[in-house]
Each structure stands twice: as structure tokens, then as C-alpha cells.
């Protein structure tokens, strides 16, 4: 069973990260099916495109959009899959969906870890829109940006992901706006529930 041009993931685990232990014990932080935040975002390639052929493989961990997995409740209020369900816990999920796969970044994305604040007069504990970029691509790494340089990034470009215990904002090529030299206290901000994860 193939489809033509998407691949057919599952949740690497569950559909929604709901839950996460705390001290050896669960801790339940989310209830609804509409926080985006809490749609898992992991995922096991489970069959590839047959109409073209791709360096990601069947058995393959990827991170993907949120909504693949989503659930949502329609004009009536009753309970639906989304638009990507097609049977038995599988979804369709198009190339351009998939940001990681075997921790190598997908067409244009990359992944930047943020910094902490060193500001102490700052209610902010990240340093806003600057981050370490973690997972680099070939168009960025054709202009010399590869992992461990200091970048500053547009504003609201970002999305949160979980990646290897690591808290990390994925986003395009395009929204990396600057790249800085080291001033040797830059540290990243990798609260401890994201280990956890």
C-alpha cells in the first residue's frame, strides 16, 4: 500500500503529549483536543511516496506539522480527525510537512536552540529572536552556516519543538536574518521538563 505522492506516518507514540512524569510520577498538563502545543510532532514513516523516490525510508523517525495529527470539533461539536487521517492510526503527510527526518533537516528548515536572558532587569528568560543553530541545512551550510554558529532570526518565525530531549525552534532558511561572533557567555535555555521529554 503506497500513496502517490505522500507518505503514510504514524505518531511515533501517541497522538497528543499530555502527559509528562515528573519526579518518577505522571503529571497531566493538558486535557483538550485544541492546544496545538500538545499534538505530538514525532512520527515513524510507515510507507514512502511511490511517484518519486526520497532519502527518507520506510522505519524512518521524522518531526512534522502539528495539525497531521490533530484533532478538532466541527461546526456541530462533534469530534473529528483531520484532513491527513486516512485509516487505523495512519496519516497522509505530504514532503513539505516533514522538517527532520534521522536528525538531517527537510528541504529549506532548520532548528535553533534559544539562548537564556542574561539580562537580569528582563521578565523574558530567552534571549528574544537569537538562538544556536543546532540542525543545519545545504542551503545554509553552502553560505557557511553550520551547527554551533550564533544566529538571530525574524520575529513569530518559529515553532517549538522537542527534538533529543532538546527544546528547539524550527523555521526556514530564509527567517535566519544574522549570524554574530561568540562573546563567550551566550548559554542555551533548555528548561528541565524538556529533557524529561
Known amino acids: 500500500m503506497k500513496s502517490i505522492y505522500n507518505f503514510i506516518v504514524k505518531p511515533f507514540s501517541e497522538r497528543y503529549e499530555n502527559i509528562k512524569k515528573v519526579n518518577g510520577k505522571e503529571l497531566i498538563i493538558n486535557s483538550n483536543i485544541e492546544y496545538h502545543q500538545f499534538v505530538s510532532k514525532k512520527a515513524v514513516v510507515v510507507y514512502t511516496p511511490a ?16 495539525n497531521i495529527f490533530r484533532r478538532y470539533y466541527d461546526i456541530k461539536g462533534k469530534e473529528k480527525n483531520s484532513g491527513n487521517y486516512f485509516k487505523d492510526d495512519l496519516y497522509f503527510c505530504s514532503l513539505d510537512q516533514i522538517y527532520l527526518y534521522n536528525l538531517k533537516c ?3 528548515y532548520c532548528f535553533v536552540a534559544p539562548l537564556k536572558n542574561k539580562n537580569y532587569l528582563s521578565i ?12 543545519s541545512n545545504k542551503s545554509l551550510e553552502a553560505i557557511g552556516l553550520t551547527p554551533g554558529a550564533l544566529v538571530v532570526f525574524t520575529p513569530n518565525s518559529e515553532f517549538e519543538f522537542i527534538v533529543e530531549g532538546q527544546r528547539l525552534y524550527c523555521m ?3 527567517d535566519i536574518a544574522v549570524t554574530y561572533e561568540y562573546e563567550g557567555n551566550e548559554e542555551e535555555n533548555n528548561p528541565s521538563w524538556a529533557q524529561s521529554s
Open 51 to 66: 511517484a518519486f523516490d526520497t532519502e527518507i525510508k520506510c522505519g524512518d523517525v521524522v518531526y512534522v506539522h502539528h
Open 106 to 108: 527537510n528541504l529549506d
Open 124 to 135: 523574558s528568560k530567552e534571549k528574544e529572536c537569537f538562538g544556536i543553530l543546532k540542525y
Open 172 to 174: 526556514k532558511s530564509n
